[in-house]
């Protein structure tokens, strides 16, 4: 069976400190992967999702960037972090099976910076 | 763009009661999926239910069901014999079919669903 991992579960950074979040997908090969961000009482926005290696689709201008450097494997990264950056951080896979794509969701990443 | 509306920040039902969820969407497209998903406190996001575009008849799954309305692009989830386990955010999500599968869903900002014992 599938299972996606996603750490640390928490993180607190400082304003300006560089950030990188992991995610891993088990038992699938060639997923599409996404990354979504949570802020509070809201619903998930889509920051970037890929297709392969080194593919990487941007969704919303931002101080984020994601990286693909193995087939089941997403970094999300910042150089330097903001308030606004502040949130809870959803990585997701999805494959084609039985005609059709559904996204499954980590357990995500609480990030809080101050 | 698509926009996905859930007017309804909060909902509270009885246990054993049914609660319905709304969410209306706005797209110019013809083929897309609708979901629902569940956020309970643990945060882990839980496929509920899914409905594609072409397909008339509405998606059930045990007791969770939906009421699709293309023409009004209305999507709602309705929940019978409510059980505590059910209180958690739920979310509605659109996600066009460009046939390649990869495109990342649209969220509504969600209901919060109180169960009463």
């Known amino acids: 069976s599938q299972t996606i991992h996603q750490w640390p579960a928490t993180l607190v950074q400082p304003v300006g400190s560089p950030l990188s979040l992991e995610c891993t997908v088990e038992?699938?090969?060639?997923?599409?992967l996404y990354w979504y961000r949570q802020a509070a009482g809201r619903g998930l926005q889509l920051l970037f999702y890929?297709?392969?290696?080194?593919?990487i689709s941007s969704e919303v201008p931002q101080n984020l960037s994601a990286s693909r450097p193995q087939d089941r494997q997403f970094i999300l990264s910042s150089k330097k972090l903001l308030l606004s950056d502040s949130g809870f951080y959803l990585c997701?896979?999805?494959?084609?099976?039985?005609?059709?794509?559904?996204?499954?969701f980590g357990p995500g990443t609480r990030l809080t910076v101050t | 763009a698509q926009t996905v509306t859930q007017s309804q920040p909060e909902m509270s039902v009885q246990e054993a009661e049914t609660v319905t969820l709304s969410c209306t969407y706005d797209?110019?497209?013809?083929?897309?999926?609708l979901f629902w998903y569940k956020q309970p406190p643990s945060r882990q996001m839980i496929l509920v239910i899914r409905?594609?575009?072409?397909?008339?008849q509405n998606a059930t799954e045990n007791r969770f069901s939906v009421n699709f309305q293309k023409a009004a692009k209305s999507f709602s989830l309705k929940i019978s014999d409510s059980q505590l386990g059910d209180a958690a955010m739920y979310f509605c999500a659109y996600r066009e079919d460009s046939g390649g599968g990869a495109d990342g869903l649209t969220f509504g900002k969600g209901t919060h669903l109180i169960i009463q014992p």
């Open positions: 797209t110019s497209e013809s083929d897309y999926y």
């Open positions: 890929s297709v392969g290696i080194g593919q």
């Open positions: 409905q594609e575009a072409y397909k008339q």
């Open positions: 997701a896979w999805s494959v084609l099976w039985q005609g059709t794509y559904e996204q499954y």
């Open positions: 038992g699938t090969s060639n997923p599409n």
